[in-house]
């Protein structure tokens, strides 16, 4: 943007953006009343299509400016949790609905324009064109890993993009990045505001690296890492026998890690700034991840490390992300999953509380799940069919989840298929005794409908209006 | 009976749940009272020429199959002796395209291939990547189809003595126009076909253990149905994809 052409005409720039804003907030609107989700995309991809200039100006408009961030699993639940930390002091314009492209940064955009700070979960595909477009001073790049080969490419291909585009950053801008994984902490090389994650606790760590782990070969030399503590999928203490490269010295760390089954998680938060004990009401290792990167991101844009730890205290599960759900004298337990990494670790977690004896588990196979399903054969279900006595698979391609368990050695005869979501949700709470619980593990557009099925029941509010 | 599978560099080319074509053999094998013997064979380890009854190689992402090439490359002369005395093969995505002769990627740098299959692949402009039906006829007179997920760069061309292993009904294939899909020499199976391949595909699967029976024995034996309902559930839907959304240029 020019500022000397914007400060010539400023009265027919502003009204004009004005009206399209208008127009734009008018089609979400209709979407809503039409019943056809949130509308939480449609403001922003009619302000797109009438002025692509349009999402930089409003970003530059913000006072304190633009944060983002991007990872294959936990953008959601850490954008919420930074949230929870710095709304109550800074106006905020969130996208905590995870529309997560340019559309959906647009529309946010559009509906918080009193807002201080902007704070974006964005979509790793998207990432590049969405830092170009709102010059964010600072970005949180927390993991990498094997996600929908059939609609993001190779894990390689990603991080080249990213560092491209961390290359391209304001100079003054903070890259805050998990020192835990090697691409990502590769690619904040060079750069002068850094700061750099990570766990440092061996207590945790896991014996060895799970099946399938990407990103487990030296990115400078092509050697397989030596761990000295692999903590979830390749994310670790890493360094290369070969050639040196190594996971670079913490700034941010979480040490004395306490996992608490599935009431909770606590650790010791060390930051320059002091150290401060954070109790979690959130689950299991991924979201000690999601948490040291929500406080990492959150003091990189002047938070107080007591702000930090009292407001990821306060946070309670963003959507479907171990979210709780009554229906009647049951509970069920939504678990998204959505590639081998982020499943694994809620199956992990999963079994750190009572072994469940029934299980739901819905695959569907649109863009947003990822249409290729071969994924579902990568993550270690193995522990969770173990202990299952039935399980109720349901989605567009609940066979596959079938078979899956068949080969992974549960009897057919204990497999319930159920493609319809609704019946299949009826069919496995009856299975489960009073009082009890039915863990759901639902693809992406499956955990929605599945909400949207207890929103119409009214047990939950839609997905849009959720915190 | 037992039968001995080989399967190359594990830890680098499992891209596209190669685990569960192993997990079809190792149970449909157990099932027909067949022990399966796995063995994972790393860098600079020897395939047993007349004792691995089938050799499995999977996809792997670019860096990775960079990685392994000049070794894969270098075991040319065992492969063959393995495919001539009669070994099953089967390569899915990115092994498919080493067992060809090369592999010319976006930059005109080529990776050497171990020369299985009379191919070569070349790396295209647009991904082809999507449902896939093909159409087979391995034994003679019995027509059969195969249901998976195609979603590659590369562009393979089949030599003059090369034989399809489909032809593609609903889907890309080998390069997008020329009607073929995978390549079959013998025993050996390679394609671009995963999802993974052979849950969806039982007869594949029972197909390749008899092959390695007979391997190992000398006789093709006929292996017992088995319930395979959810297998025929599951191709069905993954065929009625293909139809839909299969891939084609637009």
Redesign the interface.
């Known amino acids: 943007m020019n500022a000397s052409g914007s400060a010539a005409r400023p009265y027919t720039r502003s009204v004009r953006l004005h009206v399209e804003i208008e127009l734009a907030r008018l089609a979400g609107r209709l979407s809503r009343l039409a019943a056809r989700g949130g509308g939480t995309t449609i403001p922003g991809k009619i302000l797109a299509a009438i002025d692509p200039g349009a999402i930089a100006k409003l970003a530059a408009r913000l006072p304190l400016g633009c944060a983002l961030v991007s990872a294959t699993n936990g953008k959601t639940t850490t954008s919420a949790m930074v949230a929870e930390i710095l709304g109550r002091r800074v106006r905020l314009a969130h996208n905590r609905a995870g529309a997560n492209l340019v559309s959906g940064v647009a529309s946010t955009l559009i509906d918080a324009q009193q807002a201080d700070l902007g704070l974006f979960e964005v979509d790793e595909g998207a990432f590049p064109e969405i830092a170009r477009r709102t010059r964010p001073r600072a970005v949180c790049l927390a993991n990498l890993f ?1 996600d929908q ?2 609609r993001y ?4 291909l990603i991080a080249e993009r990213w560092r491209v585009a961390v290359s391209g950053l304001d100079p003054a801008a903070t890259a805050v990045v998990n020192a835990d994984d090697p691409l990502i902490a590769n690619l904040a090389r060079g750069r002068q505001h850094v700061v750099r994650f990570g766990l440092d606790d061996a207590t945790v760590a896991r014996e060895r690296l799970p ?2 782990a990407d990103s ?2 030296c990115v400078d030399c ?1 050697t ?1 890492y030596a761990y000295e503590s692999a903590y979830m999928g390749h994310l670790g203490a890493y360094r290369c026998p070969a050639c040196g490269n190594a996971r670079p010295k913490l700034d941010v760390s979480a040490r004395e890690i306490a996992l608490d089954g599935l009431e909770g998680s606590s650790f010791t938060l060390f930051a320059p700034e002091g150290s401060a004990r954070v109790r979690l009401a959130l689950p299991g290792l991924y979201n000690v991840y999601n948490a040291l990167a929500a406080a990492s991101l959150s003091l990189a844009l002047g938070g107080g490390l007591d702000e930090v730890a009292d407001g990821l205290g306060r946070f309670q599960a963003a959507f479907g992300r171990f979210e709780r759900i009554r229906v009647g004298e049951r509970t069920a337990l939504l678990l998204l999953i959505k590639n081998p990494a982020g499943a694994n670790e809620a199956v992990r977690t999963l079994l750190e509380g009572d072994r469940p004896a029934v299980a739901l588990i819905a695959l569907n ?1 649109e863009v947003a799940d990822g ?8 993550v270690d279900f193995e522990p969770l069919a173990d202990c299952l006595e039935r399980l109720v698979v349901t989605g ?2 609940a ?2 989840l ?3 368990f ?3 050695g549960l009897d ?1 005869a204990q497999i319930t ?1 159920e493609p319809r979501l609704e019946p299949a949700l009826d069919r496995a709470l009856e299975l489960v005794p009073p009082g009890g619980q039915l863990p759901v593990l639902p693809t992406y557009t499956a955990m929605l409908a599945l909400r949207r099925v207890a929103a119409d029941r009214g047990l939950v509010r839609p997905y849009w209006e959720a915190a | 009976m037992k039968i001995r599978v080989a399967h190359l560099y594990p830890d680098y080319l499992n891209i596209y749940a190669d685990r569960g074509n192993m997990a079809v053999l190792s149970q449909r094998a157990a099932w027909r009272g067949i022990e399966l013997e796995y063995r994972p064979v790393g860098v600079a380890e020897a395939i047993q020429v007349g004792e691995d009854d089938l050799v499995y190689v999977g996809g792997g992402q670019d860096r990775e199959q960079a990685l392994i090439a000049p070794d894969l490359a270098a075991r040319a002369p065992e492969l063959e002796a393995a495919v001539e005395g009669g070994a099953a093969v089967l390569a899915v995505c990115g092994g498919y395209q080493l067992l060809g002769h090369f592999y010319r990627d976006r930059s005109g740098a080529e990776l050497p291939g171990a020369g299985v299959f009379d191919l070569h692949t070349v790396a295209g402009e647009r991904r082809m990547i999507g449902d896939v039906l093909l159409e087979c006829e391995i034994e003679p007179g019995e027509r059969r189809t195969l249901a998976g997920f195609e979603n590659h760069a590369g562009r393979t061309i089949l030599g003059p003595v090369a034989e399809p292993l489909g032809r593609v009904v609903s889907g890309f294939g080998n390069d997008g126009e020329s009607g073929f899909e995978g390549c079959r020499r013998g025993r050996a199976i390679g394609t671009y076909l995963h999802g993974p391949l052979l849950p969806r595909n039982p007869w594949l699967a029972d197909w390749l253990l008899a092959q390695a029976v007979a391997h190992r024995s000398g006789d093709v034996p006929d292996l017992e149905p088995l319930p395979d309902e959810l297998e025929a559930q599951a191709h069905t839907v993954a065929a009625g994809r293909a139809h839909t959304r299969g891939g084609r240029f637009g």
């Open positions: 094997r080969l059939d490419g190779e894990l390689e099946h399938a487990k070969y092509g397989p196979d249409r290729d399903v071969s994924w579902i054969w990568d567009s391609r066979h596959e079938a078979l899956r068949k080969y992974g057919p298929v």
